[in-house]
């Protein structure tokens, strides 16, 4: 797979080892590649931003590069469940009278927020995808997806999302594809 082959070149030329659990989005193909220990274990459907990608602050498009999960939010919250600020509001985007194709979008279910680890790319002043508040999240417009329609976030099905979090703990590599 030439995406696994670009973050494992990106890691030599940094003098980084690969970690046990590695993601692998591919934003071409829109699929999430979940690697342990080298070996494919998952394939998953994913969303980007609805602009084109990009690094820069306030560009709302998704960053690309080597980053890895900064933090883990949401452990037991159930399906659906809205966070905001990482914290959750204890409501359900299913449970909402605003509930369906007009609903705004909203982090939910669970979030991995990254941080970039290319200073000069998706790390530092004006490029920073941690001080950006870049996640993978669940989404709330399952009748919409794989559309893009984060702020630059990756967006996944939430029972996918909540399959695949265990499996990911901070440290771990995610690897999204450039332009």
């Given at each position: 797979?030439?995406e696994?082959?670009?973050?494992l070149s990106?890691?030599?030329?940094?003098?980084?080892?690969?970690?046990?659990?590695?993601l692998?989005?591919?934003?071409g193909?829109?699929k999430?590649?979940?690697?342990?220990d080298?070996?494919?274990?998952?394939?998953?459907?994913v969303?980007?931003?609805q602009?084109?990608?990009s690094?820069?602050?306030?560009s709302?498009?998704?960053?690309?590069?080597?980053?890895?999960?900064?933090?883990?939010?949401g452990?037991?919250?159930?399906?659906?469940?809205?966070?905001?600020?990482?914290?959750s509001t204890?409501?359900?985007?299913?449970?909402?009278?605003d509930?369906?194709?007009?609903?705004?979008?909203?982090?939910?279910?669970?979030?991995?927020?990254?941080?970039?680890?290319?200073?000069?790319?998706?790390?530092?002043?004006?490029i920073?995808?941690?001080?950006?508040?870049?996640?993978?999240?669940?989404?709330?417009?399952?009748?919409?997806?794989?559309?893009?329609?984060?702020?630059?976030c990756?967006?996944?099905?939430?029972a996918?999302?909540?399959?695949?979090?265990?499996?990911?703990?901070e440290?771990?590599?995610?690897?999204?594809?450039?332009?």
């Amino acid at each position: 797979m030439k995406e696994l082959e670009t973050y494992l070149s990106r890691l030599a030329e940094r003098g980084l080892n690969r970690t046990e659990n590695v993601l692998v989005v591919d934003l071409g193909e829109k699929k999430v590649h979940h690697f342990r220990d080298g070996q494919r274990v998952g394939l998953y459907p994913v969303s980007s931003g609805q602009r084109p990608r990009s690094c820069l602050q306030d560009s709302l498009g998704t960053p690309w590069g080597l980053h890895e999960i900064a933090s883990r939010h949401g452990h037991h919250a159930p399906p659906g469940t809205i966070f905001k600020g990482r914290v959750s509001t204890g409501e359900r985007w299913q449970d909402r009278a605003d509930r369906g194709p007009g609903q705004r979008t909203f982090v939910t279910t669970r979030i991995l927020r990254l941080r970039g680890l290319e200073e000069g790319l998706n790390a530092g002043p004006g490029i920073d995808s941690f001080a950006r508040y870049i996640y993978i999240h669940g989404t709330n417009h399952p009748e919409a997806f794989p559309e893009n329609r984060s702020h630059g976030c990756l967006l996944m099905r939430d029972a996918d999302l909540i399959k695949l979090f265990p499996a990911l703990p901070e440290g771990s590599h995610v690897w999204i594809s450039a332009p």
